[in-house]
């Protein structure tokens, strides 16, 4: 078991920052690679970003790319992920998620599917 918790959701305006936080317990945090995905209303749930144990590989969806950077600290347990010049459509339900599948090589877990451990998900709104 890998209990995540977020942290961080919010309102914002477009073009505004957020910082999400996802909090691990247990000793074994760098066996795992860590993911954030998010899930608007009434659509799938998609990738965000995920980066593996060593934070040296990360995997980023186009509609991120360059606004969104993910980081890890491998001693307090800790991923984040900080989004900048977010936009409306940036809004959705965010999860982290953990997984041993892609833990050297992010590109083996971009998919929900490749996930084993959720977080309770933290809202984020963009408004224009």
């Known amino acids: 078991q890998v209990p995540l918790v977020e942290s961080g959701g919010g309102l914002v305006q477009a073009g505004g920052s957020l910082g999400l936080f996802c909090a691990a317990s247990g000793r074994t945090f760098s066996n795992y690679a860590m993911g954030w995905f998010r899930q608007a209303p009434g659509k799938a749930r998609e990738v965000v970003a995920g980066?593996?144990?060593?934070?040296?590989?990360?995997y980023y969806a186009d509609s991120v790319q360059g606004r969104f950077t993910i980081s890890r600290d491998n001693i307090k347990n800790m991923v984040s992920l900080q989004m900048n010049s977010l936009k409306p459509e940036d809004t959705a339900v965010y999860y982290c998620a953990a997984t041993t599948l892609g833990v050297y090589n992010i590109n083996y877990a971009q998919s929900a599917a490749a996930y084993r451990y959720w977080g309770q998900g933290t809202q984020i709104t963009v408004s224009s």
């Open positions: 980066i593996n144990w060593s934070t040296v590989n990360t």
